[in-house]
């Protein structure tokens, strides 16, 4: 009986010490990543897992909200600002969302005055951070719309989410190919190839960039769009002021992601948008705040092509050249 409770120990510690070692392969360059909190905070238990993770967190130092931030504006733009200038790094990614990023754009755009950022980072998350997504945009940098840090202690987020953005900050350039796009109106059904860069991100900043530096510039692009916690209504009236304000025209195609959380009727309003515009509509429920958050790199020529009735989104990337 000893004999056997032994081995049985033995073989559970094996396997746990196989998964960490496979862990650590797979999140190696992630590992390395500068992390800054431009927007929300975590709880301290979270924050103190995540350090055990990510090592580069070890950088960061944790301190209470302040008002619904990581720190203060200031605190907060001044970190960004310094990741966003140091040379060692290509990729600065955002611990989580939250709220906060439109706050500090003042003070990145100061910098891009004094000219004291001139050669582009590659910007890394989702969520709030769309807003500096937008403003990578206005600059001409190109970004990458992927999970966070703050993700890993979600329970229902899928740990391969890591595993693809590891990859990417593996090896810089190459094509990401994603399948099992839904056209959603007739423009879509009729497509046969569409070709533009992408940009976007949530659906509440989106709507919040309207009449600001960093607006969601559309034309000749492929626009992706997701939120949380938004209900129908609230969905079909952001969509409808962005269509009211002329924010999406010239837009080849739209592609929506998931409206997860406590978000009823969010397929009603998607069908009711894309019923009522001649722009292409996809839905693709790979990215956004759900358990799948595919990358998706922005400020690259994509295209969404169909082969044999099935839609594909072709998306070559090639961040060493930022």
């Known amino acids: 009986m000893k004999h056997n409770f032994r081995f049985y120990v033995y073989f559970l510690l094996s396997f746990c010490l196989e998964i960490k070692a496979v862990e650590e392969k797979s999140l190696k360059f992630l590992k390395r990543v500068e992390v800054v909190a431009p927007a929300g905070s975590l709880k301290f238990k979270d924050f103190s897992l995540l350090k055990s993770v990510f090592s580069s967190l070890k950088l960061l130092s944790w301190a209470p909200e302040v008002y619904w931030h990581s720190a203060s504006d200031e605190d907060r733009g001044a970190q960004l600002l310094n990741a966003l200038t140091q040379k060692k790094s290509l990729w600065v990614w955002c611990l989580r969302g939250g709220y906060g990023c439109a706050r500090i754009i003042p003070m990145l755009e100061a910098a891009v005055r004094q000219k004291k950022l001139f050669s582009p980072k590659v910007i890394i998350g989702y969520s709030d951070i769309t807003c500096l997504h ?58 046969v190839l569409l070709k533009g860069k992408i940009i976007g991100g949530n659906l509440t900043l989106l709507v919040h960039s309207i009449g600001t530096s960093w607006q969601l510039q559309s034309q000749g692009k492929i626009i992706i769009i997701e939120d949380l916690n938004i209900q129908g209504y609230q969905i079909d009236r952001a969509l409808y002021h962005l269509t009211q304000a002329g924010v999406l025209c010239g837009a080849v195609a739209i592609i929506f992601g998931t409206f997860s959380g406590n978000s009823f009727d969010w397929k009603k309003a998607l069908k009711r948008f894309a019923k009522n515009t001649k722009i292409p509509v996809f839905y693709w429920p790979y990215f956004g705040h759900d358990s799948c958050n595919y990358p998706i790199p922005f400020g690259f020529e994509s295209r969404v092509e169909c082969v044999t009735k099935k839609w594909i989104w072709s998306i070559p990337y090639h961040f060493s050249k930022s």
């Open 134 to 191: 937008l403003w990578a945009d206005s600059q001409g940098w190109k970004s990458l719309h992927a999970s966070m840090p703050g993700d890993w202690v979600k329970p229902c987020v899928k740990k391969n989410n890591f595993v693809l953005l590891n990859d990417i900050l593996e090896q810089p350039c190459g094509v990401l190919e994603y399948k099992n796009l839904e056209p959603f109106n007739q423009s879509a059904k009729e497509a």
